[in-house]
């Protein structure tokens, strides 16, 4: 078939529109002057400046620990959620369980944030928990609403999973607890590797949420670069934007390198 | 596992859920069940609660909804005045409707983009097809955030944009773009875009390249055979695609904050400046339960209705 010219520059001024902002931040991370806009000289001045602000370092600690916590609790969350809607078959309250499993998938952040700091609110002030709010409620929002996204994956990759490997644990004698450590999840493994990923992204990412949420002391880095950017464009967003885009660039190109080599030993080895 | 298993604690935990009449199953499907009820269902029907309440001076800033009335009966004090002032005050009609638009709008553009780089990555031959995908899937995982941001620098009076085209003569003064509605859809445009391209590339990668061929040997041209075949093929990928950018598009609260002037009104952002900026709860909450219905429920029954019809792969 004939190939014209269109596509491919189509496809090329697409990329274009992806990568320009991002190398523009790049690049005037490393200018002299305040300004974002004209070049004044090559400098570090503003990496430093970001490594001697305290409330930044701080920020990222907390969010680091925010995202680990919620992803692992809404990857165990989510996969046995997964698990029950995939290999249980009937039971009471399975609808129930299917949407509000795919809800939090469209709801808006808003919405999610709002609703949440209400519920901490009316139960602080019937139960007396949680005693005001901070890292444990960001968890506790960031965990339900990656649950979510954890339970998608998990669920797909159990439905194209071969169900005879487990039946053939059963026939075997091995018990219900036996088959989903031994043979279930180890199966679906890469899946919920994925999910944590996904999972812990996205807490990393959280603005509207985490700002609803948290309580004096507890601000996340989104929420602290928010703040600063608010005010306008500074160049040391751009030097920790820079260092985050080079860490996911490095892991990105790692993985592609190992699934394009797992790719080509699987095709030669047929 | 076996050790697990056949440990003491857990043959007696076992036993005594058992005799509790709780079977291991029970406890698997409680376990997500009670999680998302607490705090996935139950803050609903606080919002609802709250929504009827009036703000007061108060920690917290809203009114009881139970009272003891000076008999010692019991008051309900629900009123409906936050939902008739949204009916009644156009600023919120007017910004349900405009980010309505304003997400049409980008959803628009955001596949005229996606569709050529979608269509393109689908008939690389790898590895360009692996590492053009990377390429796509990077930029989704750095921050929303500093993607954001980044086009505050571009679009600004002296930034990038209006310095390449003053430069090239295209224009002979600087465009105001930061702080317009513009500004908005191009962001959304950008940060979503990726939303757009994985499930396009997924579908059309898919399509079998004999289709092609068949229509070429017949005598169509490259554009005949895209509009009669590759277009109506790609549908699925289309609506999947449209569905992941519009959707989360409604309710953008940080891209009209960041990019948005004081007239870009969407709905996301009043319900914000409702709780941080005038710090009513009540009316908060209202505009939260009229977005539930008015977005969230449309939403989710057409995903139902594309889902039941097969569209939605």
Redesign the interface.
């Known amino acids: 078939?004939?190939?014209?010219w269109t596509?491919?520059i189509?496809?090329l001024l697409?990329?274009v529109?992806?990568?320009?902002?991002?190398v523009?931040?790049v690049v005037?991370s490393f200018n002299e002057s305040r300004?974002?806009?004209?070049w004044a000289g090559f400098s570090t001045r503003w990496y430093v400046a970001l490594f001697n602000d305290r409330q930044i370092l701080q920020a990222a600690w907390i969010s680091l620990q925010v995202a680990v916590a919620s992803a692992t609790l809404a990857t165990v969350?989510?996969v046995?959620?997964a698990?029950?809607l995939a290999r249980?078959g009937r039971?009471r309250?399975r609808l129930?369980?299917t949407g509000?499993?795919?809800?939090?998938l469209?709801?808006?952040?808003?919405?999610t944030g709002?609703?949440?700091l209400?519920?901490f609110?009316?139960m602080e002030?019937v139960l007396g928990w949680p005693g005001g709010r901070g890292m444990g409620t960001i968890i506790?929002?960031h965990?339900?609403f990656c649950?979510a996204f954890v339970?998608v994956i998990a669920q797909s990759r159990l439905r194209d999973m071969d169900e005879s490997l487990e039946e053939a644990a059963r026939d075997l004698g091995a018990?219900?607890?036996?088959v989903f450590?031994?043979i279930t999840l180890p199966v679906i493994a890469p899946a919920i590797v994925a999910g944590w990923l996904l999972a812990f992204?996205l807490s990393?990412?959280d603005?509207?949420i985490a700002?609803?949420v948290s309580g004096p002391g507890a601000s996340t880095l989104?929420m602290v670069?928010?703040s600063k950017?608010?005010l306008?464009?500074s160049p040391d967003?751009?030097a920790?934007?820079t260092i985050?885009?080079a860490v996911?660039?490095l892991?990105?190109?790692t993985a592609?390198v190992i699934?394009?080599r797992q790719n080509k030993r699987r095709a030669q080895g047929r | 596992m076996t050790a697990l298993t056949q440990s003491r604690p857990w043959r007696w935990t076992a036993r005594g859920l058992g005799v509790l009449g709780f079977s291991g199953r029970t406890l698997v499907i409680a376990i997500p069940m009670l999680w998302l009820l607490v705090f996935f269902l139950v803050p609903f029907f606080v919002l609802g609660r709250i929504s009827l309440a009036e703000p007061i001076l108060a920690r917290p800033p809203y009114s009881p909804l139970f009272d003891r009335a000076p008999d010692g009966s019991l008051e309900i004090l629900a009123n409906l005045d936050n939902y008739r002032l949204l009916w009644e005050d156009t600023l919120y009609r007017n910004a349900y409707l405009s980010s309505i638009r304003i997400a049409f709008v980008s959803t628009l553009f955001a596949l005229l983009i996606g569709y050529p780089i979608a269509y393109y990555i689908a008939r690389s031959p790898e590895p360009r097809r692996t590492i053009l995908l990377l390429l796509v899937i990077l930029p989704f995982w750095t921050s929303f955030l500093l993607r954001v941001y980044a086009w505050m620098g571009f679009l600004q009076r002296e930034g990038l944009v209006n310095s390449f085209l003053l430069f090239t003569g295209i224009i002979d003064a600087p465009l105001i773009m930061m702080q317009t509605t513009f500004a908005v859809q191009v962001g959304i445009v950008y940060t979503y875009l990726p939303f757009m391209i994985l499930p396009l590339y997924a579908n059309l990668t898919k399509l079998d390249e004999a289709f092609f061929e068949a229509s070429a040997d017949l005598g169509a041209s490259p554009l005949v055979t895209f509009l009669t075949v590759t277009l109506p093929l790609s549908v699925p990928g289309i609506i999947a695609g449209c569905m992941l950018v519009f959707i989360p598009a409604i309710g953008e609260y940080v891209i009209p904050a960041l990019l948005g002037g004081p007239d870009t009104l969407m709905i996301g952002r009043v319900l914000w400046d409702e709780f941080f900026s005038a710090r009513d709860w009540p009316m908060a909450a209202a505009v939260a339960i009229v977005m539930l219905f008015l977005v969230v429920a449309p939403v989710m029954w057409l995903q139902d209705w594309l889902d039941r019809r097969g569209l939605n792969r």
Not at chain 1, 1 to 4: I, L, T, Y
Not at chain 1, 106 to 111: A, D, G, L, R, T
Request: without cysteine.
């Open positions: 078939m004939k190939r014209g596509l491919p189509l496809a697409g990329f529109f992806l990568y320009a902002p991002i523009a931040l005037f300004l974002v806009t004209v969350f989510g046995l959620a698990f029950v249980l039971f309250g129930l369980l509000m499993t795919t809800a939090p469209v709801m808006p952040e808003v919405i709002l609703s949440l209400l519920l609110v009316a002030q506790i929002a965990t339900t649950l339970a018990g219900p607890v036996r450590f031994d992204t990393l990412d603005l509207v700002s609803f989104p670069v928010f950017v608010r306008g464009v967003v751009n920790l934007a985050i885009i996911v660039a892991s990105i190109a592609g699934l394009y």
